[in-house]
């Protein structure tokens, strides 16, 4: 499934790719970049929250923050849990 992940604060960018490992609490998150040979790896999650009407998490990893984003609307994240 097709995300965006922008780190909260300030410079920061936003990383657009496939999601390859869902976001879990005690695991990283794993986003692949269009050119399949690069990734973006977070620290370990420490909690998930969700917005319930959207596609829209929040994660907090043990050094940062994240806004996740996804765009395919049909593969949500269901299983995403939150601590």
């Given at each position: ?64 923050r994240y806004r996740?984003?996804?765009r395919d609307p ?10």
């Amino acid at each position: 499934m097709q995300v965006v992940l922008r780190k909260l604060g300030r410079g920061s960018r936003a990383v657009t790719g496939r999601l390859v490992r869902a976001p879990r609490k005690g695991s990283v998150v794993v986003i692949e970049f269009s050119d399949g040979m690069h990734e973006y790896v977070t620290t370990p999650v420490k909690r998930v929250l969700r917005l319930a009407p959207k596609d829209v998490f929040y994660i907090e990893t043990v050094n940062s923050r994240y806004r996740l984003e996804v765009r395919d609307p049909e593969s949500a994240l269901e299983d995403a849990s939150s601590g």
